[in-house]
T-cell receptor, first 114, second 114 residues
């Protein structure tokens, strides 16, 4: 079974621009979560989607948004990029079900803002 | 507020030795505790996980010990190998919250020297 895939793997953007990152979950997984990883703050939860609905959101500004499509694929968008948005953005998928907490991460998208 | 505290920040172990990483949590509603292994340039990979109804779980050379009263859990890597050199993250989530959001520790960089 293929794992979580994320595209693109690397991105370089300029401050003030916007960016869209994509995530395809493991086949059959309907829950998708996004995390930001930086050396200083570690792994921080951004948001979680299930059945095209955002069911949880972390403590990030409104410039960070996301959505999920009917095929469970997800995208996240960051508008008006700031230098501090440089990070590894990770997507994780989960198999929804009683007791099914396991989250499987993709390789991430490395975003550099200059 | 850091809800999951992980120590040590870095760890050097001789090949064949035992690596021990500790985590402490504050939120008593947490009921799922996974450990992730991350190699440079890769996403975190689920290693092993435990629920508070058991005090220990073993998978191969990896063991989680869980102390509910102390709100602590630890990862033991037996017979550590150079290939185990990676960053390890503990995490926790709360199933009753209706979300799979993971709260991560800051990570431990493990180096296993030959």
């Amino acid at each position: 079974k293929a794992g979580v895939t994320q595209t693109p793997r690397y991105l370089i953007k300029t401050r003030g621009q916007q960016v869209t990152l994509s995530c395809s979950p493991i086949s059959g997984h309907r829950s998708v979560s996004w995390y930001q990883q930086t050396p200083g703050q570690g792994l921080q939860f951004l948001f979680e989607y299930f059945s095209e609905t955002q069911r949880n959101k972390g403590n990030f500004p409104g410039r960070f948004s996301g959505r999920q499509f009917s095929n469970s694929r997800s995208e996240m968008n960051v508008s008006t990029l700031e230098l501090g948005d440089s990070a590894l953005y990770l997507c994780a998928s989960s198999l929804e079900g009683r007791g099914m907490h396991e989250q499987y991460f993709g390789p991430g998208t490395r975003l550099t803002v200059t | 507020q850091q809800q999951v505290k992980q120590s040590p920040q870095s760890l050097i172990v001789q090949k064949g030795g035992i690596s021990i990483i500790n985590c402490a949590y504050e939120n008593t509603a947490f009921d799922y505790f996974p450990w992730y292994q991350q190699f440079p340039g890769k996403g975190p990979a689920l290693l092993i996980a435990i629920r508070p109804d058991v005090s220990e779980k073993k998978e191969g050379r990896f063991t989680i010990s869980f102390n509910k009263s102390a709100k602590q859990f630890s990862l033991h890597i037996m017979d550590s190998q150079p290939g185990d050199s990676a960053t390890y993250f503990c995490a926790a989530s709360e199933s009753g919250a209706g979300s799979y959001q993971l709260t991560f520790g800051k990570g431990t960089k493990l180096s296993v020297i030959p």
